[in-house]
């Protein structure tokens, strides 16, 4: 490994070289990389996007950064895969579609050989072993689940994780996208249906995501959550760093790392730094991820790139073949290999174990 750098704040400022990025790719074999958050399955959904193919694309995108092929390229070994619920549904038509969605995704998964459907710590121990991608099934936007009650039948079993709320509020709660006419959709904060879901999802060993909740949904989230459980917020970036609706402020950031869990930094630098200044490339993120560190501590900081949601990640942070770029900045920071094994995925493997040994 590269020794730690005598400046690293100049160091963060130079261009990755090539003996970084050979240590990054030495330490990536060495260990699990899991990103919090991927959208792949929606262009799968939208246009038969096949996730078992290399694309390659002579433009920016604001989809396609993710396939088989180049995550096992760039040592991406995991992904929290979403199933994004349509609000505009009826809230049959939710629960339907969703259904559907997970079959798919899970049929999809399966039949992909170099993948594996992985819904516990024991699975993902196995497909890391067997050099698989592991697919981890999520929900962003938790109104697709029903109600408590038809939770678990809603497939709670298989999914890891949920958002409570997505980009609009809902009947469990209150987006932090500034709608104008969202509080006609749902009061401040979390419903007592959310409230209900939020207990289910405990029950049922689902991790509750935070990640587009509003901050009346996410105290009062935090409030009613089984403090034994971890928490996350899968992808976001930090208020501390540049104040958005899209990101979390230090006390929220706290409040995750008070239960063991976990939060993933975006890659979109709309949300990441003030326009005249967004030309940063991946320092952008590593600048959010050293404040969750220098907040709250190692254990806390994830990857959470939202690839494949219709973001415009940095050109360093394309696709996923990129991820030993990101690896060897923060080697060149003067990280230690222990703590970027921890932010690019034991921190997040433990909040796995924690709820779903296996
Ligand atoms: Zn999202």
Not at 128 to 135: D, P, S, T
Not at 276 to 283: M, S, V, Y
Not at 300 to 305: F, I, M, N, R, V
Not at 306 to 326: C, K, M, N, Q, V
Request: aromatic fraction near 6%.
């Amino acid at each position: 490994m590269t020794a730690g750098v005598a400046d690293p704040a100049a160091a963060a400022d130079d261009a990755v070289d090539g003996a970084a990025l050979a240590d990054a790719r030495a330490l990536l074999a060495s260990c699990a990389a899991v990103d919090l958050h991927v959208d792949t399955f929606i262009p799968t959904r939208l246009f038969g996007y096949d996730p078992e193919v290399s694309h390659r694309y002579p433009f920016r995108h604001l989809v396609g950064h993710v396939d088989l092929p180049r995550a096992a390229a760039g040592g991406l070994s995991a992904a929290l895969w979403s199933i994004t619920t349509n609000p505009f549904r009826t809230a049959a038509g939710r629960r339907r579609t969703f259904a559907k969605n997970l079959t798919r995704l899970k049929a999809q998964t399966q039949a992909a050989a170099q993948a594996a459907w992985v819904t516990n710590a024991r699975a993902f121990d196995e497909a890391i072993a067997a050099r698989r991608h592991a697919v981890l099934p999520v929900v962003q936007g938790a109104n697709c689940l029903g109600d408590a009650r038809s939770f678990a039948e809603a497939g709670a079993a298989d999914i890891t994780s949920a958002t409570l709320v997505h980009l609009t509020s809902s009947d469990i709660g209150e987006t932090s996208t500034p709608l104008p006419w969202k509080r006609a959709w749902s009061p401040p904060g979390l419903s007592a249906r959310g409230k209900a879901l939020v207990e289910a999802m405990n029950a049922e060993r689902v991790l509750v995501d935070l990640a587009h909740a509003s901050p009346a949904t996410f105290w009062d989230a935090v409030a009613v959550h089984d403090k034994q459980w971890p928490l996350l917020v899968t992808h976001t970036g930090l208020s501390g760093v540049y104040p958005h609706w899209r990101n979390i402020d230090d006390a929220q950031a706290k409040a995750i790392a008070d239960t063991g869990g976990v939060v993933g930094v975006i890659y979109h630098p709309g949300f990441l730094a003030p326009p005249g200044a967004r030309d940063g490339g991946l320092q952008l993120v590593l600048r959010h991820l050293a404040h969750v560190i220098d907040v709250v501590g190692e254990d806390c900081a994830a990857l959470g790139s939202d690839w494949d949601g219709f973001i415009s990640p940095p050109d360093e942070l394309r696709d996923a073949t990129t991820l030993p770029a990101l690896v060897a900045a923060m080697l060149q920071r003067g990280w230690t290999a222990a703590r970027v094994r921890k932010v690019v995925g034991e921190n997040f493997v433990r909040c796995l174990r924690a709820v779903r040994p296996g």
